[in-house]
């Protein structure tokens, strides 16, 4: 005999069933995002557009992190605060991060982002054609690195850096009053990064900027990297890893479409102009960039061990820092 359960029994069971199912789910609400704080080494720039496609595009995101960057005040505060875990990473100058490291601060470099140095020397004198022509003219520098690599780089180019005549400014003052000394004929060098050509055309209009770039001489130095401190390497490796991941994910395509970071980048920095912005983004793709990623160039993000260590020696040569053992200055693990 077929038994045929009434309509009424059936519906009762199957709501049953369902009250059921729903009860023991849980419930799942946003995924919480590890809120991460990320300075720059300085103000911003179109070159800093590297780094919003990643955020704009959800990579950070997809790594559960939410991360905010902020303007910098120079590598060395950058550096300092994270070594105190007031920042959770940094942007800041190789340089900066090695003096730091041999005074104690407990950090280390866990990136390189600008594989180059961006070091340049720009010139209008007509006179100028090759770099020992620097020699028995007048140049404007900064205090810091630009000062200290200038008597390496020069003799690099052939000259001697004894018959330059060398004022050295501090950073907040270089660009401002560089300029203006260059504007009114009072000095013949001005250094600055490669970055900043659209600048220096926009202030000396009808003249003709010219520039030689340092790593064209063989400065070897890298330019900014990525700085954590030895206490987030040591507990929180795979936050360091998750970080770093999406950072490059997101660095690899600014230089696929350089406009399109930079574009990124004003949406978070409207102040900055975007026409300047992508100039300086394009010098950097342009000169600092070439070979990036690829099998014959740099590897992405890794600190090569020999020019680690010349970058050390010459900031001893430069009497900025003692010698120690550069292994301790910066690690490799989290790019694997």
């Keep these: 005999m077929n038994w045929k359960l009434p309509a009424v029994v059936i519906i009762v069971a199957a709501l049953a069933s369902s009250i059921t199912y729903f009860a023991v789910q849980p419930v799942i609400g946003p995924r919480e995002l590890t809120k991460l704080y990320v300075a720059f080494d300085w103000i911003p720039t179109g070159r800093y557009g590297v780094f919003y496609p990643a955020v704009e595009k959800g990579y950070y995101e997809q790594e559960g992190l939410l991360v905010t960057f902020i303007r910098g005040f120079g590598s060395t505060d950058t550096v300092t605060k994270v070594g105190a875990g007031t920042l959770d990473f940094g942007l800041a100058d190789t340089t900066a991060i090695f003096v730091a490291i041999g005074q104690g601060v407990p950090v280390k470099t866990i990136g390189v982002v600008y594989p180059r140095h961006n070091m340049a020397f720009y010139f209008t004198n007509p006179a100028i054609t090759k770099p020992t022509d620097f020699e028995g003219k007048k140049l404007v520098t900064s205090t ?25 400014l501090p950073p907040a003052q270089t660009t401002t009053v560089g300029v203006a000394l260059m504007q009114r004929g009072e000095t013949d060098i001005f250094t600055e990064g490669i970055e900043f050509l659209p600048q ?14 340092a790593k064209d001489y063989g400065l070897n130095t890298p330019g900014e990297a990525l700085v954590a ?18 950072t490059y994910k997101g660095l690899d395509d600014s230089l696929k479409d350089p406009d399109v970071a930079v574009r990124m980048f004003v949406k978070y920095w409207p102040e900055v102009n975007e026409t300047l912005a992508n100039a300086n983004m394009q010098q950097y793709v342009r000169i600092i960039f070439p070979g990036f990623g690829t099998k014959t160039g740099l590897q992405r993000g890794v600190m090569d061990s020999d020019v680690a260590s010349q970058t050390l020696n010459l900031l001893v040569q430069a009497g900025r820092t003692q010698p120690y053992d550069v292994s301790k200055a910066f690690t490799n693990e989290f790019l694997r």
């Design 144 to 168: 810091g690195e630009y000062n200290d690599f200038f008597p390496h780089v020069f003799r690099l180019m052939g000259g001697d850096p004894t018959k330059v005549t060398v004022t050295a």
């Design 200 to 213: 220096m055309q926009a202030s000396l209009p009808g003249k003709e900027v010219r520039y030689f770039v």
């Design 229 to 246: 401190s030895e206490k987030t390497i040591r507990e929180k490796p795979d936050l360091v890893k998750r970080f770093l991941r999406a």
